[in-house]
């Protein structure tokens, strides 16, 4: 990602990428298009002397075929120690039509890809499940692959993770108790991990999808990726610019931003990415919008949204809630509110799911009660941002998730500065900087010692023989529209494709943008320049029936807006480790 903090307003990234695509014609001009660039030596080297991987498929999941496969550890050593890959293959329907092989990724990092794509036919488009084996591979260290493991023992890693047991630290106390559990982290994975730790950038996963490629039978690649996965995408897009027919990337990082190009290392990861400011800009345009639907339509109408939600933060900083019923106790923190507030912003219902809680969490306050139902889904919310359970069997994510964060980017040495990054984060990000802050702090490169020596930091502007199509929306709460909008730019051969849906990642939120991303997988086609996609569901467009909680409930919030019976793709984003793990 650039070191330039990128604008927050809408007005100003819509011109932006309108800017960055609008066409230009020069009247009687004529010249050679620029030459797309090719693999490189180093890289063809790497890979093209290895033998294709033969892939022993076997039936699996009732409507499947599973694979493992052991690829070098490191590259530059093809006979040294191996690592196991897990593959899943969901073949297409029409396979005398097939046009080869969709490899997806659904983020994190960290997400299984492998069962991402046992989940592909319950969310793409049934053109695409036509013509296309999908495929999906566990990155190294991850999911159903050898997995990284820092502790020697759950016991172990309970006893560090149990200091990171929030949602985000809030004050010198809980801030120091935090920060000795992130370097109890670091250390563990600096060396009882490090073996695995130390191979997991993503320029290894890069690779690794270009040797399944091969092994699929595939003479091009043809990926889907989100969230992180984007990351993953755009890695590969410059490792083998000469080597994909369609790449599609939805819900963008920006690369450069993501490993801390030029001295932006020295700041934490948010302050490169910005997500904080994006999860921000949502929620006040939520509540602005509340405001202006009224009480008819939106359930946190009354009075002044902006001004009730940040009285709701501050009672709660003040003092906890503790609710108590039949259920038992919950003690409700400022941590948890904004905690439980992010998890709702990932969805395309996000303005009736962020309302919703606070006005339940307002009428507690006040020393009401919601409605019985309301209580309960309040606390399933809540309960779903708070807990965490390190029980058998060893549980990797959080580790899968830092390996690959801490050794892709650059990160400052000492983790101690984090209670003043952070805080400054929260000032120019309302809410979300602490959260989007804390991400990162194992990997201060004080604590998280082992490195890949085969990492890739750039360029990441190599001009691609095949169009890339970057998809935004603009309102994603974890990956900033802004980070779509400067990808695309850094790409001499890509195109943007903007969406004005809710929650996070695009595809399956509205017919323009779903449709256009299959075109472009099926045939290449990328859409017009300065396509803006309009979302099938906008905040408070149905009146409040009363005596129902106007929030939907999970299923609704996990139906696609294009096609019945399909679902939204289960996209994973960085969270913080009480919420990563929230639920288990």
């Not at 591979?137 to 023992?153: E, L, T, W, Y």
């Not at 003690?331 to 904004?338: E, N, P």
């Not at 996609?533 to 029936?545: D, G, I, Y």
Request: charged residues 20%; positive net charge; contains cysteine.
């Amino acid at each position: 990602m650039p070191s330039i903090r990128p604008r927050l307003l809408i007005a100003g990234v819509l011109a932006a990428a309108v800017a960055t695509t609008a066409a230009v014609s020069v009247p009687g001009a004529a010249s050679a298009a620029p030459k797309s660039a090719t693999t490189s030596a180093a890289e063809k080297r790497r890979l093209d002397r290895l033998p294709t991987p033969k892939l022993g498929w076997y039936k699996c999941y009732q409507i499947a075929e599973c694979a493992t496969v052991k690829v070098p550890l490191d590259y530059d050593k093809p006979k040294g120690a191996k690592t196991e890959l897990a593959v899943v293959r969901v073949k297409a329907k029409d396979q005398k039509r097939k046009i080869g092989s969709l490899f997806v990724n659904p983020g994190g990092p960290g997400g299984s890809a492998t069962q991402f794509a046992l989940f592909a036919p319950d969310f793409l488009s049934d053109s695409v499940l036509e013509r296309f084996d999908v495929v999906g591979v566990d990155p190294r260290g991850i999911g159903f692959s050898a997995n990284v493991k820092c502790f020697k023992s759950v016991k172990q890693q309970t006893a560090v993770f149990n200091k990171m047991n929030v949602a985000f630290p809030l004050g010198s106390a809980e801030e120091k108790r935090y920060i000795a559990g992130a370097k109890a982290f670091g250390k563990a994975c600096s060396t009882t991990g490090k073996t695995l730790a130390g191979a997991m950038s993503t320029a290894e996963v890069a690779r690794d999808m270009e040797l399944m490629r091969r092994a699929v039978g595939d003479k091009k690649l043809t990926y889907l990726g989100f969230s992180y996965g984007t990351a993953l995408g755009q890695y590969y897009a410059n490792l083998f610019p000469d080597r994909f027919r369609a790449l599609a990337v939805d819900g963008n990082i920006d690369p450069r931003q993501w490993v801390g190009a030029g001295t932006s290392g020295n700041r934490i990861l948010d302050a490169r990415m910005h997500s904080a400011e994006g999860a921000s800009k949502a929620l006040r345009e939520i509540l602005i919008r509340c405001d202006r639907a009224g009480e008819e339509y939106c359930a946190f109408a009354a009075g002044d949204p902006v001004a009730n939600y940040a009285a709701i933060a501050r009672k709660l900083r003040a003092k906890p809630l503790v609710v108590t019923d039949e259920f038992g106790t919950v003690k409700i923190t400022y941590a948890d509110f904004v905690g439980a507030s992010l998890n709702y912003l990932y969805s395309p219902y996000a303005g009736e799911m962020v309302t919703q809680l606070a006005a339940e969490v307002a009428a507690l306050q006040a020393g009401g009660s919601p409605a019985a139902a309301a209580e309960v889904s309040l606390r399933k919310r809540i309960q779903a941002a708070k807990e965490i359970g390190y029980d058998f069997p060893y549980d990797n994510g959080f580790e899968a998730q830092s390996a690959v964060i801490c050794t892709d980017g650059k990160h400052p040495k000492n983790a101690n500065g984090w209670p003043v990054a952070t805080a400054s984060r929260d000032l120019q990000a309302p809410y979300f900087g602490r959260i989007w802050g804390w991400l990162s702090v194992q990997c201060a490169s004080g604590t998280w010692t082992v490195r890949d020596e085969d990492a890739y930091r750039g360029p990441f502007n190599k001009r691609t023989k095949a169009t890339v199509l970057v998809i935004g929306n603009y309102w994603d709460p974890a990956t900033n529209y802004a980070a779509s909008v400067s990808s695309s730019r850094l790409l001499p051969n890509s195109r943007l494709l903007t969406s004005d849906n809710w929650g996070h990642a695009a595809y399956g939120t509205g017919a323009c943008v779903t449709a256009a991303i299959d075109r472009y997988l099926l045939t290449g086609t990328v859409p017009a320049k300065g396509t803006v996609c309009r979302a099938e569901h906008q905040p408070f467009t149905e009146k409040l029936v009363p005596g129902e909680e106007p929030a939907p409930g999970d299923e609704v919030t996990t139906k696609s807006a294009v096609a019945p019976g399909k679902t939204l793709p289960p996209v994973v984003a960085p969270k913080p480790v009480s919420v990563l793990t929230g639920g288990r």
